[in-house]
Every structure is written in C-alpha cells, then in structure tokens.
C-alpha cells in the first residue's frame, strides 16, 4: 500500500531524471532494489537493505540507490520493475522468489538493463540468479536442535512450500538426525513470508505439541520472542534476533548479501557483468551464524563448529547419499551427492520428516 | 486431543480474537450512525506503533494504551473532517487513511524496530486459573481479553438499550429525518467515528503490547481488513461480532493444530478455513435476510448535507 506513494514518488524523480537527459559518462552508477516485505522486518528484507546500504558506504557518490519495499509477489511487481528499468537504472535486484517472472518479463523489453533476481532458477541474457546456501546453515542448527531437545520433538514455523524452504527443512531434519535419529521434526505452514500474529500462533501450537526447541523460515522475530517466553530454544531467521530471545536463541542463520551486491555492482561498473548464477554458503560467507548462545555446553559448540567446518570444507554435504524420501525410496546413492538443480526445484521430503508437504 | 491441549487452542483462541473484537466493536458503531471508515488497518497500525513507543519511553503500559487510543482517535478525527465536515468521499478517504497510517507508522516507528519489550503479563487467579481446560480459557487472559468482554456487552446495551445509542442508530438509518428532530447529525457522526477509532488504536495496542510485544513494520498483517467484514457478517450485531472473532481466532488455531498433528489437509486449504468457517457459520445464523435489511444502516456511507 504504502509502496504505491513511494512509487508515485520514484516515477516522479524518474520522469525528472529523464528530463534532464539521459546517462553521461560521470553519471553515477543507478541500482534499484525491490523487496517483498517492508525494510523494518528486522528479517529477510532488512538484510538486503544492509546489503543497499553496505554499496552506498563502498561506492560513495559513485553510485545512487533507491529501493521499494513490501512489493507484492505478482502483477505489482512487474509494474514496479518495470519502472526501474524504464527509469535510467543500471542495475536492478528483485528479492524474492515470486518476483522470477516478472523479472524476465520486464528484462527482455530493457536488454541494456541488467537484472538480478534472488532465489530464483530462470536466467536470460540479462537477467542473472543468484541464492545463497540456507540449507548448508540449516544443516548446522539441525545439528545443535538434536542435541539440545529433551523431548525430541522440534517445531518448524515454515512460510510457503517453495524448494528454498523444503530444501531448508530437509536439511534441518537430516542434521537433527544425524546426531539424534529418534527426533522428529513437526512443520507448520503460515503461508505468509511476514505475520508476526500468525508466527507467533505457530509457534505456540508446536510448543503446546511438545516442541522444546524452534526452528523458523519466516521473517518476523515473533517465534523467537514466544521461545524466550516459554523458556525454550530456538533459532533466528535471516538476522540475529537473539533480542528477542536473550535465552532462547542458540545461534541464528544470517545472510549477508553485502560483499556480493558490492561485486556485483563493481562488475557493472567495470563492464565484466555477466548473467550467471551465483549460489554461496558457508564457504563464501553469504550465509553465516550468529553468535552462539553462552548457555550452549562446550562439547555442543564444538561438534556444531566441526559440522560447520566439514560443510565449508567440502567434506560434509547435507545431502549426502544414501538419501530417502518420505516413502523410503532412495533418491541418491551412497558416494553420490544431490546435485544442486535437484536442491533448486525440491518438492519431497526427506525421510524423517512429519507429515504432509503441501503442494 | 487432551485436556491440556484443549487449553492451550483456547488461550491462543482468545488471543487470536481480541484484536479482531475490539477493532471490529468500534467499527460496528461508527457504521450504526452512518458512516463507513475503510482505514481501520490504518488506525490499528497507528495505535500499535504509538503504544510500543510510549511503553518503550514510559515502562508504563497503561499509557502506552492510552498513546494508542489517542492515536487512532487522531487519525479518527482526520477522517472525520474529510467526510463529514468536507463531505469527501467515505471509501475513497477510508482507503487512503490506511495507505496513510501504514506509512506513518512505519515512519515513526522505524528507531523501533528490533526494540524487544517484555509482554503485559496475564492475570494468574490462583485456585480458578489452575481449572483444566476452563482455567486458561476464562480466567488466565491478560486483563484485555476481559475489557474486550466488557466493551462488547457495553456496545450491545448502549446501543439497544439506552437513549443515546437510539440515536445513534437513528442517525445511521435515516439523517434527515433525526436533523429535522433536532439532532446535530454531524457531530453525533464524529463522536461515533471517534469511537472507532479508540478501539483500533486499542486493538493495535493489543497487538504491539501483548500479543507480539515489538514493533515490526505492517504489524497488523491485514487484520483491520478481517474486522471489517466481521461487522457486516455479524449484521451490525455486537455479540455475533464477539462470536465471529472467536470463531476465527479458533478455527486459525485450530488449524494450526492438526497440521501440527501431521494432518493430511493441504495447508493452504486449512489456512483457508477461517474465513470460510466465519463466513459460514455468520451467514447461517444472520440467514433471514429481512433482519438483515433491518440492521444495516440505511445511511451507511451516505454524506449528509444539513442544508438540502
């Protein structure tokens, strides 16, 4: 809603833009960003912002940035892509997985504009992907909720079943069990990326159904928040929250988009750009944990450490084979690992997973 | 399903559904005389932010519920002097009112975000609140959830039973014929679209204080929009609005719950049912469309013009 003033207000500054007369040679470099939720989420959108704001601080006034939050998934956002490209922008970062095809869409009308797009799997000529490894964190705290839970039931607030968050799932449950095999883990759909109510609801009902640490795939520290109330574990999403949950959280999975938006903004100036796919980990540093909770035992800290070092090394893959799915076929052989087009477009649950994925 | 679980669906129920009752009971009186506030989302937001900061500020609770419903009276009277002292448009100036206190209280609240703030605890009765199952569900709320109660029945009688609601509801049905009684239209107008307004500011209060005790932006995640179809679901009625709110809040925890279970309902449909379980149940016992003619106002949205 609130979008709609600031997008009166970026056309208005683009049509002044465009008066003045097009790019000249010392122009600063023009990027736009889009988000599907609003910058003070305090998650998933907000890191991006840092991300936004870590290019303003690199570049100085070799660059101007400008960004439009809490865009919906769908004709909206094409509009507002549409905008960007149509307004003298160099580059464009759309932010969510439901922003892939009005994306392409608005890129094959502006070939000279170059497009990024987050999480998705489509490229074009000007149009370049780029994700990072959730799944490979999702891993480690998969680890440390398996030795921290008592009553080996660990609760899942999850969004939308898309493969980013079933792969995330997945992962979790496959570190869960790879140090208590007997855990399992109970998902709940909120079907929304961004409702602290509906988190926090969630959140409830896994901890009223014996769930004594928290996992969440949502942007809104509310889960986090119950957990300190309650007295349980749990985990941040996107950023650390451990704000919330002094106690309660145990470590938080952390993107950080800041070095890769900086290369990426350095590439378009340098004329290298090109539409790949980008998709670092752990290794690459786009996805990092937060501090670990002081509460956590020593010998805790040390086997997540030992995960999380195997997983940069190369030397653990979360999806190692044998792996089976949810009816026990074996979908990749001991030897082999799941190759990443199959993590991009998951749809399946591992085995060990609780109920139903929704499709 | 045992006895504990059962008590726990009920809490969150009440939780669930405070929000909703209280901003939907301030709406169903602002639309008995007359008028049509579409910014309810807009006025929940700016109270939600405005209790989180004077909360944050003071340590004092109550004041930042009074900041809250101050707020939304605020942006209550803003509406008010669009429509009914410049007669614009009621939909159109309820709209933007949203669109308003969205980016309002986004732009107030922004050195918020991530300020953690400890919730209103709820009142422990001993002995009553350790009742299995009733215990939760009636006496261990926070106060809220009972000022919610006491609101709705106080709507109820006002506006059945006392003199003044009377008129109010004349007001809402026909405003020429109470302006040729005598009745100043435009300022019993006011005093009820303030009303509203109190109530989403408190209903925002509920959210930011209580219910998710922080500020995040957008915080009210569509709920003014569900308040809102409560009213003309529940046909004007104070208590069918009460049951409706209760019906979703727990039929959302529910849900929740038998996914929970690892139920085999796809989990978009389960999030569905809310809506469809209030709608259907609100439809069924609002069913003699005649009563319904009855209880809408007849005026709602219509401008009043005293001179014509």
């Known amino acids: ?359 | 399903m045992d006895v504990e679980t059962l008590g726990a669906i009920g809490g969150a129920m009440s939780r669930a559904a405070t929000p909703l009752a209280l901003a939907a009971v301030g709406e169903l009186v602002t639309e008995k005389a007359g008028v049509l506030n579409l910014g309810v989302e807009g006025m929940m937001l700016a109270g939600a932010v405005a209790a989180f900061a004077v909360t944050v500020a003071t340590g004092n609770p109550l004041l930042g519920i009074l900041a809250a419903m101050a707020a939304g009276m605020l942006l209550a009277l803003l509406f008010g002097v669009l429509t009914l002292s410049l007669m614009a448009n009621q939909v159109a100036t309820g709209l933007a009112l949203t669109i308003f206190g969205i980016g309002l209280s986004a732009f107030v609240g922004r050195d918020f975000v991530g300020t953690p703030l400890t919730a209103l605890a709820p009142i422990h009765l001993p002995v009553l609140s350790d009742i299995p199952l009733i215990g939760p569900l009636i006496f261990g709320q926070d106060p809220l959830v009972y000022v919610t109660f006491v609101l709705v029945g106080g709507v109820s009688w006002f506006l059945m039973r006392s003199r003044a609601g009377l008129i109010v509801r004349a007001v809402g049905e026909n405003h020429d014929a109470a302006h040729a009684l005598g009745y100043d239209v435009i300022a019993i107008r006011y005093r009820a679209v303030l009303f509203g307004g109190a109530m989403g500011g408190l209903a925002g209060a509920y959210l930011s204080l209580v219910y998710t005790p922080m500020w995040v932006e957008n915080m009210t995640a569509g709920r003014g929009w569900i308040a809102l179809a409560l009213v003309v679901f529940a046909t004007w009625k104070p208590w069918r609005v009460l049951v409706g709110a209760y019906l979703f809040g727990g039929v959302t925890i529910v849900q929740l719950h038998i996914q929970g279970m690892g139920g085999a309902i796809p989990s978009q449909l389960l999030s569905m049912l809310p809506y469809l379980a209030t709608i259907g149940v609100l439809v069924l016992i609002s069913r003699d469309a005649l009563r319904i003619r009855l209880n809408a106002p007849a005026c709602i949205g219509k401008v009043f013009h005293p001179e014509s």
């Open chain 1, 1 to 359: 809603m609130r979008t709609s003033i600031i997008r009166m207000l970026v056309g208005a500054a683009l049509a002044a833009g465009l008066a003045t007369g097009g790019a000249q040679a010392d122009e600063p470099t023009k990027v736009g960003f889009i988000y599907v939720g609003p910058v003070g989420d305090f998650g998933w959108s907000h890191q991006h912002d840092q991300g936004r704001q870590a290019l303003e601080k690199a570049f100085g006034d070799k660059v101007k940035t400008s960004f439009v939050e809490s865009v919906q998934e769908g004709a909206d956002a094409e509009r507002v892509v549409r905008q960007f490209a149509a307004g003298g922008y160099d580059l464009v970062f759309t932010t969510s997985f439901g922003f892939m095809n009005p994306t392409l869409k608005v890129a094959q009308q502006f070939p000279k504009v170059k497009f990024e797009h987050a999480t998705g799997y489509k490229r074009s000529a000007n149009v370049a992907t780029y994700a990072a490894r959730f799944y490979e964190g999702r891993y480690v705290i998969g680890v440390i909720a398996g030795l921290t839970t008592k009553s080996k039931v660990v609760g899942y607030v999850a969004s939308f079943p898309i493969p980013e968050v079933v792969s995330g799932i997945n992962a979790f449950a496959r570190g869960l069990h790879s140090v208590n095999p007997e855990a399992q883990v109970k998902v709940i759909w909120v079907n929304s990326w961004y409702d602290p109510g509906k988190e926090r609801e969630a959140a409830e009902t896994l901890i009223a159904q014996g769930a004594d640490v928290l996992s969440q795939h949502t942007d809104s520290p509310a889960p986090v928040q119950v957990a300190e109330e309650k007295g349980i574990f749990a985990f941040g999403q996107a950023s650390d929250m451990s704000r919330f949950g002094p106690h309660a959280q145990l470590t938080a999975i952390v993107d950080n988009w800041n070095e890769y938006y900086i290369d990426r903004v350095k590439a378009v100036m340098d004329g290298t750009w090109k539409a790949e796919d980008t998709w670092g980990g752990l290794a690459a540093g786009m996805v990092h944990l937060a501090p670990y909770n002081a509460a956590l035992p020593a010998d805790v800290v040390e086997k997540a450490e030992a995960v999380r070092k195997a997983i940069v090394d190369g030397s653990l893959h979360p999806f190692a084979g044998p792996l089976k799915n949810q009816a026990g076929q074996e979908i990749v052989p001991a030897g082999q690992v799941l190759a990443d087009d199959k993590i991009l477009s998951m749809d399946w649950y591992i085995e060990g997973v609780q109920g139903q994925l929704p499709k």
